[in-house]
Every structure is written in structure tokens, then in C-alpha cells.
């Protein structure tokens, strides 16, 4: 049973930051393309960035690039976000998603505030 459960959200200040972690089961994760994933109230739920398997690529939405970083722990099985420079637009709900045996799982989402 594939299991997503994402942690590390909070209220923060515009210039702060935050580190999400996904914490994963159930499913081969160091063959898995992780991802994370963010949906702010109103609008669809948006791709932010990608970590492959083996390679470790990072790819990164235009929006949080050189501000996220996406990192994995294939011992611990774990996906990480680090957010810096944190702007009220980055104000979401983030989710971490993964592929696996032809479905795509999802995680419950960990809640992102950025204001002042």
C-alpha cells in the first residue's frame, strides 16, 4: 500500500523559509520520479518540482527556481523541499506525488502560509 505523508508546513514571514519532507512506503522508492506539487485556493493544483531516480536531476518550475531546492534520502525513503525567500504567492497547499505501478499516489498535503 503506497503511502505519501508530507510534514514541515507552517506560517511564515515574506523572506523566510521552510523544509518539507514527504515521507514514503509501500512502493520501490529509490526506481521512483518524485515530485512535488503546490494548489493555492482558487486554482489548480500546479507542478513545482521534479527529482528522477538514480540521477538525482532536479527540474523546477520558473516560478522557484533558485529559490526550492528538491533533494531525496533513498535509505529513509524520503523527499525534501527546501523554500527560500518565501513569497505570499508561494501561499499553497503542497503535496508530494509519486508514480507506481501504472497509478500516480498523492499525499494529504502539508499547508504553506506566506504572509506578514
Known amino acids: 500500500q503506497v503511502q505519501l505523508v508530507e510534514s514541515g508546513g507552517g506560517s511564515v514571514q515574506p523572506g523566510g523559509s521552510l523544509r518539507l519532507s514527504c515521507a514514503t512506503s509501500?512502493?520501490?522508492?529509490?526506481?521512483?520520479?518524485m515530485r512535488w506539487y503546490r494548489q493555492a485556493p482558487g486554482k489548480e493544483r500546479e507542478w513545482v518540482a521534479i527529482?528522477?531516480?538514480?540521477?538525482?536531476?532536479?527540474l523546477y518550475q520558473d516560478s522557484v527556481k533558485g529559490r526550492f531546492t528538491i533533494s531525496r534520502d533513498d535509505d529513509k525513503a524520503m523527499v525534501y523541499l527546501q523554500m527560500n525567500s518565501l513569497k505570499p504567492e508561494d501561499t499553497a497547499t503542497y503535496y508530494c506525488?509519486?508514480?507506481?505501478?501504472?497509478?500516480?499516489?498523492w499525499g494529504q498535503g502539508t499547508q504553506v502560509t506566506v504572509s506578514s
Open positions: 506525488q509519486t508514480q507506481s505501478g501504472g497509478r500516480i499516489y
Open positions: 509501500g512502493f520501490t522508492f529509490s526506481s521512483a520520479v
Open positions: 527529482i528522477t531516480q538514480t540521477t538525482f536531476t532536479a
